[in-house]
Protein backbone atom coordinates (compact mmCIF):
# COMPACT_ATOMS: atom_id res chain seq x y z
CA UNK A 1 0.00 0.00 0.00
CA UNK A 2 1.85 2.47 -1.11
CA UNK A 3 -0.71 5.75 -0.55
CA UNK A 4 1.04 8.36 1.71
CA UNK A 5 -0.87 11.12 3.71
CA UNK A 6 -0.57 13.73 0.70
CA UNK A 7 -2.05 11.51 -1.80
CA UNK A 8 -4.83 10.80 0.62
CA UNK A 9 -4.82 15.28 1.47
CA UNK A 10 -5.02 15.46 -2.58
CA UNK A 11 -8.03 12.96 -3.31
CA UNK A 12 -10.21 14.15 -0.40
CA UNK A 13 -9.54 17.89 -0.23
CA UNK A 14 -11.83 17.79 -3.71
CA UNK A 15 -14.38 17.58 -1.34
CA UNK A 16 -14.16 19.63 1.50
CA UNK A 17 -11.13 21.39 3.23
CA UNK A 18 -8.93 18.32 5.21
CA UNK A 19 -8.05 18.87 9.18
CA UNK A 20 -5.49 16.05 8.75
CA UNK A 21 -4.91 12.79 7.50
CA UNK A 22 -3.01 9.83 9.34
CA UNK A 23 -2.06 6.84 7.70
CA UNK A 24 -1.63 4.14 10.29
CA UNK A 25 1.59 1.89 10.57
CA UNK A 26 2.77 -1.05 12.39
CA UNK A 27 4.22 -0.06 15.50
CA UNK A 28 7.27 -2.76 14.91
CA UNK A 29 8.12 -1.78 11.38
CA UNK A 30 6.64 1.10 10.62
CA UNK A 31 5.11 0.50 7.28
CA UNK A 32 1.90 1.23 6.60
CA UNK A 33 -1.30 -0.88 7.94
CA UNK A 34 -3.18 -0.50 4.90
CA UNK A 35 -5.80 1.87 6.35
CA UNK A 36 -5.71 5.95 7.21
CA UNK A 37 -8.25 8.73 9.06
CA UNK A 38 -9.24 11.90 6.82
CA UNK A 39 -10.68 14.47 9.11
CA UNK A 40 -12.73 17.22 7.28
CA UNK A 41 -13.39 20.58 8.67
CA UNK A 42 -17.45 20.11 8.14
CA UNK A 43 -19.69 17.23 8.68
CA UNK A 44 -21.03 17.56 5.26
CA UNK A 45 -18.03 16.68 3.62
CA UNK A 46 -17.89 13.68 5.39
CA UNK A 47 -21.69 13.26 3.88
CA UNK A 48 -20.23 14.16 0.07
CA UNK A 49 -17.80 11.85 0.34
CA UNK A 50 -19.86 9.13 1.46
CA UNK A 51 -21.96 9.59 -1.33
CA UNK A 52 -19.63 9.11 -3.97
CA UNK A 53 -20.36 5.37 -5.45
CA UNK A 54 -16.16 5.01 -6.32
CA UNK A 55 -12.52 6.52 -4.96
CA UNK A 56 -9.46 5.46 -6.47
CA UNK A 57 -6.40 6.91 -5.34
CA UNK A 58 -2.95 6.20 -7.40
CA UNK A 59 -4.63 3.77 -9.12
CA UNK A 60 -6.33 2.03 -6.60
CA UNK A 61 -9.91 1.50 -5.66
CA UNK A 62 -10.25 2.36 -2.23
CA UNK A 63 -13.13 1.36 0.66
CA UNK A 64 -14.02 4.81 2.19
CA UNK A 65 -15.85 4.36 5.41
CA UNK A 66 -17.00 6.71 8.56
CA UNK A 67 -14.96 5.91 11.32
CA UNK A 68 -16.39 4.74 14.39
CA UNK A 69 -15.49 5.58 18.25
CA UNK A 70 -13.38 2.82 19.70
CA UNK A 71 -15.69 0.78 21.19
CA UNK A 72 -19.07 1.96 19.50
CA UNK A 73 -20.03 -0.77 16.84
CA UNK A 74 -21.14 -0.25 13.72
CA UNK A 75 -24.97 -0.72 13.12
CA UNK A 76 -25.28 -4.63 13.08
CA UNK A 77 -26.21 -6.15 9.17
CA UNK A 78 -27.65 -8.42 11.54
CA UNK A 79 -29.97 -6.04 13.62
CA UNK A 80 -33.63 -7.10 11.89
CA UNK A 81 -32.81 -10.82 12.65
CA UNK A 82 -32.12 -9.65 16.52
CA UNK A 83 -34.80 -8.06 16.58
CA UNK A 84 -37.24 -10.68 15.53
CA UNK A 85 -35.47 -12.95 17.85
CA UNK A 86 -36.25 -10.59 20.71
CA UNK A 87 -40.04 -10.66 19.56
CA UNK A 88 -40.05 -14.40 18.73
CA UNK A 89 -38.54 -14.97 22.64
CA UNK A 90 -40.92 -12.24 23.96
CA UNK A 91 -43.55 -14.32 22.34
CA UNK A 92 -42.72 -17.08 23.76
CA UNK A 93 -42.60 -15.60 27.04
CA UNK A 94 -46.04 -14.64 26.74
CA UNK A 95 -46.86 -18.49 25.09
CA UNK A 96 -45.63 -19.84 28.55
CA UNK A 97 -47.76 -17.34 31.05
CA UNK A 98 -50.50 -18.26 29.44
Known amino acids: WQTTEESLRYHFEQYG ?20 FVVFTKEETVDLVMSEPRHEI ?8 RAQARGVA ?10 QQQHNNNNNNNNNNN
Open 74 to 83: PPSIHQNRHQ
Open 17 to 36: PVVSVEVMRDRVTGDPRGFA
Open 58 to 65: NHKVVDVK
